[in-house]
């Protein structure tokens, strides 16, 4: 998959896509759909997804709360699972922001990306202050040369499936049910970073992962699946997770600590992909480290046998 980032200077292998638009905040099923309707429509030019970076909601609102479902590394790798061959990942900034719906469609769209056709959601927006719909793309479209499909919103059950949705669900503690809005486990990807070892000197080793810039799922321990995406231990693994502050140690930095079954060796600059499967328990504090060992114990023997059935 390529990835391209600067609309003004495409090579020319690089365009003539057909691309769905939009954040793709935790490519859900709503995303798979908008993006295979982006391969069927035109099946002989490249499948591409444009989106941006940072996501407009946290270029417009820096201060706000951690919302993102995952980062832009997960993202791609979700899409390129997707089969997408071009990644238009878009530096959101001010002048792109300042674009009027027809620039947009007229500088980035046609003549900067050469797209062949477009996808985008019944709810979509575009340009300064969204002053543009779906109904405006599609008109644009046939002025400048390139197709456009607008997808229905997609519904699972009751309710249409969103990225707010999923996030709802996470905060309650409720990832099997993200996991059918998303189509796939939600996952938390990262680095391993050093800690204090205390897992380590509990009989735990665990590897730890930052949460920075991401939505926060409910604190507490879950069972995991874990890929480790490189390094000499690469592979799939199971587990069970912390995710919280540590309450028992004054902690005040939320992370991500998983405790891999039956594994032996050294993570510390591996990338990890940790799904988060089923959730345990809420955190909390116990009397002493013998009370705190014996719930670990029993939080990774409950992880082992609901994992045992999948």
């Known amino acids: 998959m390529r990835i391209i980032r600067d ?8 365009r003539g896509a057909s691309v769905a638009i939009g954040n793709f905040d935790g490519v859900h099923i709503g995303h798979q759909s908008v993006i295979r309707l982006a391969r069927d429509r035109a099946p002989q030019a490249p499948l591409g997804v444009l989106t941006f970076e940072p996501h407009p909601r946290q270029f417009f609102a820096p201060d706000a709360p951690p919302f993102r479902l995952m980062g832009r590394d997960a993202r791609a790798h979700r899409l390129q699972k997707l089969g997408v061959e071009r990644l ?14 027809e620039a947009f469609a007229r500088d980035v769209l046609a003549g900067g990306l050469g797209l062949s056709h477009v996808v ?7 340009g300064k202050a969204r002053a543009g719909n779906a109904d405006d793309l599609v008109r644009l479209g046939a002025e400048l040369g390139f197709g456009v499909t607008v997808a229905p919103l997609l519904e699972e059950g009751p309710h249409v499936v969103s990225s707010s949705a999923i996030r709802a669900a996470l905060t ?10 998303l189509g796939h486990w ?3 990807e990262g680095q391993v970073v050093g800690g204090e070892q205390r897992g380590r000197e509990l009989g735990f080793p665990t590897a730890n992962i930052s949460i920075e810039g991401l939505h926060r799922p409910a604190y507490g321990v879950y069972a995991v699946l874990v890929d480790v995406l490189d390094g000499p231990n690469a592979g799939c693994y ?11 140690f004054d902690g005040d930095v939320p992370n991500l600590e998983t405790f891999l079954f039956d594994f032996s060796g050294d993570l510390y600059g591996a990338t990890l992909s940790v799904a988060l499967v089923d959730y345990l328990r809420p955190e909390a504090t116990f009397d002493g480290l013998d009370a705190l060992v014996a719930q670990m114990q029993a939080d990774c023997d409950r992880a ?6 999948l």
């Open 7 to 14: 609309y003004q200077f495409v090579d020319p292998p690089n």
């Open 88 to 101: 238009y990942e878009l530096n959101f900034n001010a002048a792109l922001a300042g674009l009027t719906p």
């Open 120 to 126: 985008v959601g019944a709810d979509f927006c575009f």
């Open 172 to 181: 309650e503690g409720r990832p099997r049910d993200a996991a059918a809005m």
């Open 186 to 188: 939600h996952r938390i």
């Open 238 to 248: 199971r587990g069970a997770a912390s995710l919280g502050i540590r309450p028992m």
């Open 304 to 309: 082992r046998d609901l994992l045992a059935a």
